[in-house]
């Protein structure tokens, strides 16, 4: 049998310290990346927190679905199309923008209205002399009717909304830009879809 060499109880201790670079630097990159994960995840949670709700007008400032807006001949106005209500519980509210001011401002929309929902769509008919030649438009599903676009707690919208050329927002609601549309000739739509 071979002997085994015998080990020293006491460590040695090594000749020359190890210089900058010979040590293992894979903590330092672990911490590196985990302060860039930090920094990036606290810059998601406050643009989050940014999102700006689109305001929509209180059941009081909405023409009624009986008003002359939705009494015009056919010949006479554009239709509004708006189509993805969950169901057919409440009404559709719309409102219309000509300037990028206004946009999402309720107060200074230029039409305002409410549209009765039959299989999940929408129709609303604009005379043709009310709408400018370039305007946007702004949709959402009041499912129980209190005039309010309604939002859970992080201010995110728990109703269906929606804009003109399906336009979206990074954190919040889209641009007047990326919701404007050219006045349609008389008897056509513009489609907007909700979701």
């Known amino acids: 049998m071979t002997e085994q060499p015998a080990f020293d109880s006491e460590p040695k201790e090594p000749n020359a310290p190890p210089s900058i670079w010979q040590e293992n630097h894979g903590n330092l990159l672990l911490g590196f990346a985990a302060i860039v994960a930090i920094v990036g995840a606290l810059i998601l949670l406050y643009s989050q927190n940014r999102f700006i709700p689109v305001r929509f007008p209180d059941g009081d400032a909405?023409?009624?679905?009986?008003?002359?807006?939705?009494?015009?001949?056919?010949?006479?106005?554009?239709?509004?199309?708006?189509?993805?209500?969950?169901?057919?519980?409440?009404?559709?509210?719309?409102?219309?923008?000509?300037?990028?001011?206004?946009?999402?401002?309720?107060?200074?929309?230029?039409?305002?209205?409410?549209?009765?929902?039959?299989?999940?769509?929408?129709?609303?008919?604009?005379?043709?002399?009310?709408?400018?030649?370039?305007?946007?438009?702004?949709?959402?599903?009041?499912?129980?009717?209190?005039?309010?676009?309604?939002?859970?707690?992080?201010?995110?919208?728990?109703?269906?909304y929606g804009f003109s050329l399906t336009a979206k927002g990074l954190a919040g609601p889209p641009s007047y830009q990326d919701a404007v549309v050219e006045r349609p000739k008389v008897g056509k739509s513009i489609r907007v879809s909700i979701r």
Do not use: C, K, W
Request: net charge negative; glycine share 6%.
């Open 62 to 160: 909405i023409i009624d679905p009986e008003s002359d807006v939705n009494g015009a001949e056919e010949s006479e106005g554009i239709y509004i199309d708006i189509s993805g209500a969950a169901n057919e519980t409440g009404v559709m509210r719309v409102a219309l923008y000509e300037t990028q001011e206004s946009f999402n401002n309720i107060e200074r929309a230029f039409l305002r209205s409410t549209a009765m929902i039959s299989e999940g769509n929408a129709r609303v008919l604009v005379p043709f002399e009310l709408v400018p030649e370039r305007f946007a438009v702004a949709a959402f599903h009041d499912e129980n009717e209190n005039g309010l676009l309604d939002l859970n707690r992080f201010d995110v919208p728990v109703e269906r």
